[in-house]
Each structure stands twice: as C-alpha cells, then as structure tokens.
C-alpha cells in the first residue's frame, strides 16, 4: 500500500517484542475488565451523588470520595485476576515470539512450558511451577488481605 518504506519487525527487538506482547495481552483484557468496573458503578447508590450535590461537592470531589472509594472492591479483584493470568499466560508469548529473540520474552510460565514439552526436564520444570505458584499465591493473598480489610472497614 505504500505507507511505509519497509517493514517494521516488531517482534525481532526484545524491547518492541515486549511492549506488542504487553499490548496484545493488555488488549484481549479490557473488555473483562470494563464489565467488572461497570458492575461497580451500577452497585454505587445514585443517593451518594445525590447528597454530595446537595452539600456542593464538584466532580473530582465526588470522583475521590465516593466512586474511587466504592470500586476499591471491583479494583482489587481484577488486579488479582489479571496477576494471575499475565504470570500464566503462555498462549500469547509463545505465539508472538516463542519467547525470544533470545530470553527477552520468556516469562515463567513460558519456560515452563519450553522445559517441560521442548527439553523434558521436568524437575527443573516442576521447580518453576513451585515458584510460579509461589509467586502468584503471594500476589493473590496480598489482594484477598487487602480486600477483607476494606470489608472490615465497610462494615463498621
């Protein structure tokens, strides 16, 4: 079509590689993730905006002290959902690039899969799996941590 003099490798640089994987990745997540923020919205009462009108509060005021406040919840679970997957995704990285050039887009879960199906070293492999899951627990325990305190706090 003429619009460019030559073509652009996207995934031959381990940087842009990295950034399309990233951007790929963050595209074939925004639907879920507006589903989840648009729950959120429609469960915060139209009273709370209806009060802060009345004592005068503008728009940012209203946006910081009641919505920021009430999708702290719906926040949290898809931060944690989205942790948990980008830590296991596999399909995307081993589609775009098979983890390269070189190791600059194998993520873990990526090289689990080349030491397990590829090289059939399942010790090192199940070794990776135990610091995956390692991994992801300890991100998914801080979000369930932080999310019943803002329960607690909800409730008193």
């Known amino acids: 079509m003429g619009v460019l003099a030559e073509s652009i490798y996207w995934t031959a640089n381990g940087d842009t590689a ?3 994987i990233t951007f790929a990745t ?3 997540f925004w639907p879920f993730m507006f589903i989840i923020f648009t729950a959120g919205l429609q469960k915060i009462p139209d009273e709370y905006y209806e009060t ?3 004592y005068g509060a503008n728009r940012w005021q209203t946006f910081r002290n009641i919505t920021l406040p ?3 919840g719906p926040i949290l679970v898809a ?3 989205r942790m948990v997957w980008n830590l296991s995704k596999v399909s995307q990285p081993l589609q775009m690039t098979q983890g390269g050039p070189g190791y600059e887009t194998s993520i873990l879960a990526v090289l689990l ?3 397990t199906y590829d090289r059939g070293q399942l010790g090192f492999a199940f070794t990776l799996g135990v610091i995956l899951f390692v991994i992801t627990f300890g991100f ?3 979000f369930i941590r932080e999310f019943e305190r803002e329960n607690e706090v909800g409730r008193a």
């Open 18 to 20: 990295l950034a399309v």
């Open 79 to 81: 931060i944690s959902i």
């Open 113 to 115: 899969y080349n030491y």
């Open 140 to 142: 998914v325990f801080l």
């Open 52 to 54: 802060a009108r009345v």
């Open 70 to 72: 009430q999708l702290k």
């Open 26 to 28: 963050a595209w074939t």
